[in-house]
């Protein structure tokens, strides 16, 4: 049997996603060049997927590696499979200069897991619940559901999310899998257009009792509202709740993590970002030793050395590093199909032991070992 045929065997063992949905993820998503495998004899028996995302930070667009369907036979958990698969992934992300790691847990007791191999939990989410005021739209706006990848709605999104600080983007391709899925979870993309140019734009999920607005760009309030008068009048939903990056003034829930892979690279740009943050540290990492040593954050440079210079350092693990450089910046990771994925594989947890709204939890990866 072919490799992608043993992990996608190996999915359908560890998650219970459709067989429509594992058929689109092994078509668009799987390549051998992500995919990483242990193998005991001739049987795939851990696997995991390294899916790339840029991600804004520091003024810049550097690489992530998403993990995605992270899993272990359940004749081979609890013997420290996954912990050498996620190493052997974090040299190979190195390798191809890559920066970050990101992932959502599929379950809550897997943050404490992935804290122990580097990650901090990083990113989260707010909501916010909508009850659509009675309302005309503009005649001048017109609304249409679109049903197909089309570039042109794929570069104003791209724009948008470009402009939040430090947040996940999506490619071009990423975008396509994006209309793929929709289709297959029956979602919708609106576009909202003012004299043939494209104004706004929202992505949604039907929940039980709520639309999910996944993502909503608008360049002003009538817009907006000519895209939630849409989406009431297409669902006949009138309760919607919509997904946010997290706000101070709202509550925020937790969603993924990131490891930094690269701290040289990672502290260089955070130097040049914010010269006022002034530090001598002395970091650890048990899975990348390249990252050990001492490094020297002064007037906008970072400055690396093996040996402890004089002074007083600060010493913190790469995972303590990651959530003191990240966690001030807010990061987002939007929710996509695979994360839709993952998430719902989560929600059943929470469903049971957290008071989230149920239906929120829509979209991720999976993490099962």
Not at 75 to 98: C, P, Y
Not at 184 to 203: C, H, P, W
Not at 311 to 325: F, P
Request: charged residues 25%.
């Amino acid at each position: 049997m072919m490799l992608k045929e043993q992990v996608k065997a190996l999915w359908k063992i560890c998650f219970d996603d459709s067989e429509e949905f594992v058929e689109m993820y092994f078509r668009l998503r799987y390549k051998t060049e992500v995919n990483v495998a242990i193998q005991s004899g001739d049987e795939v028996i851990s696997a995991l997927q390294m899916l790339p995302y840029p991600m804004t930070f520091g003024g810049e667009t550097v690489q992530t590696s998403y993990i995605s369907g992270a899993c272990t036979h359940p004749d081979f958990r609890s013997k420290g499979v996954m912990r050498e698969l996620l190493s052997q992934s974090f040299a190979r992300m190195l390798r191809n200069g890559v920066y970050f790691s990101t992932l959502i847990p599929a379950e809550p007791w897997l943050f404490d897991y992935y804290a122990r191999m580097g990650y901090a939990s990083v990113f989260k989410y707010s909501t916010k619940e909508i009850v659509l005021p009675e309302f005309i739209p503009a005649k001048e706006i017109a609304v249409s559901v679109v049903p197909e990848f089309q570039e042109e709605i794929y570069s104003y999104l791209n724009k948008k999310l470009s402009e939040r600080a430090c947040c996940i983007q999506h490619t071009l391709e990423d975008f396509q899998v994006i209309m793929t899925d929709l289709a297959i979870s029956g979602g919708y993309l609106f576009v909202a257009r003012q004299e043939n140019d494209i104004k706004g734009m929202t992505i949604i999920y039907k929940g039980d009792k709520h639309i999910i607005i996944n993502e909503l760009c608008a360049e002003d309030k009538d817009v907006e509202y000519s895209l939630l008068y849409a989406i009431r009048q297409h669902t006949g939903y009138k309760c919607m709740v919509q997904l946010l990056p997290p706000e101070d003034q709202q509550p925020q829930h937790p969603l993924g993590m990131a490891r930094i892979i690269n701290a040289k690279e990672v502290l260089q740009i955070y130097a040049a970002a914010f010269p006022e943050d002034e530090m001598q540290l002395e970091l650890s990492d048990k899975q990348l030793s390249v990252n050990n040593g001492y490094y020297y954050l002064c007037k906008g440079k970072c400055m690396y050395s093996t040996e402890r210079l004089p002074g007083t350092h600060i010493q913190m693990n790469i995972s303590e590093l990651t959530d003191k450089i990240l966690q001030p910046l807010k990061p987002y990771i939007e929710l996509d199909d695979e994360l839709r994925h993952e998430l719902h594989h989560l929600g059943r947890v929470r469903k049971k032991s957290c008071k989230v709204i149920p239906h929120i939890l829509l979209i991720i990866f999976i993490s099962c070992f």
